[in-house]
């Protein structure tokens, strides 16, 4: 009667454990129990709705209070912004002190109200990890493709490794959507601490897609269609110093 008793619990518990098998994959836990990553935890503060009134500041005032309302290291590119004319040597380092324009009328996504103060200067953010850097729109481009990542994946669709990127990177990572299925062709990759853009084109490699770069996005598709818009592709325009009044 015990050993009946015994077989049908094995019984039992190995149904139970096939039935769970999908739900936990080869790590042992669900899928929802996944760490954001510091840029998702970056990118969701700053989706957050608020009122901002900044009139008449200058732009590292902002910046500085910005970081201690919002509790995300904001950083700005002295070094980007010495080349294009907005920050100069002081006695102190670097400073700037160009006055900004920022105010909402009614609560909107922070990303969108400082990138539109940043707009009047040629001037983007781009997020790193946890950093927020404000930035020339080429080196911000440059600094996120060049960031660190690792990949340890086997046999895993490509789509799927690829929106992973997307998301612990912030980057604009886009897949062609009139690939279809050729966006699920499997690939295997293991590499560590290489740079974003080379770690993309060897999966989309491994695919047999082409990753191509288009403004601050880096788009995937088939090889005959990225080579078209290479071609169309304009060259990335650098700004200049802006001139200020009463001289160069």
């Known amino acids: 009667m015990f050993a009946q008793v015994?077989?049908?619990?094995?019984?039992l518990l190995m149904v139970w454990a096939l039935s769970h098998a999908s739900v936990f994959g080869g790590s042992?836990?669900?899928?929802?129990?996944?760490e954001p990553s510091p840029a998702e935890k970056t990118r969701k503060i700053l989706d957050q709705s608020m009122n901002l009134d900044y009139t008449g500041r200058s732009l590292q005032e902002v910046v500085q209070h910005l970081k201690e309302k919002l509790r995300v290291n904001i950083v700005l590119d002295m070094g980007a912004l010495q080349q294009v004319g907005l920050a100069a040597e002081e006695?102190?380092?670097a400073g700037v002190s160009v006055a900004v324009s920022l105010k909402s009328e009614r609560p909107g996504k922070i990303r969108s109200a400082i990138q539109r103060m940043l707009n009047a200067y040629n001037l983007t953010y781009v997020i790193l990890?946890?950093?927020?850097?404000?930035?020339?729109?080429?080196?911000g481009l440059n600094r996120q493709l060049r960031q660190r990542v690792s990949v340890s994946v086997a046999n895993v669709p490509f789509s799927t490794v690829f929106r992973d990127l997307a998301r612990n990177t912030a980057l604009n990572l886009i897949i062609d959507p009139r690939l279809g299925r050729e966006a699920d062709a499997k690939v295997s990759l293991q590499l560590d601490d290489a740079a974003l853009e080379t770690t993309v084109r060897l999966l989309a490699e491994m695919a047999n897609l082409k990753?191509?770069?288009l403004g601050n996005v880096l788009f995937i598709t088939n090889e005959s269609?990225?080579?078209k818009l290479r071609r169309e592709e304009p060259p990335l325009v650098v700004p200049g110093p802006l001139l200020r009044e009463g001289g160069g």
């Open 91 to 93: 006695n102190n380092g």
């Open 28 to 34: 042992g836990e669900p899928p929802a129990a996944r």
């Open 129 to 139: 990890d946890d950093t927020v850097l404000i930035t020339t729109e080429e080196s």
């Open 211 to 213: 990753s191509v770069r």
């Open 225 to 227: 269609r990225a080579e």
């Open 6 to 11: 015994r077989v049908w619990f094995l019984a």
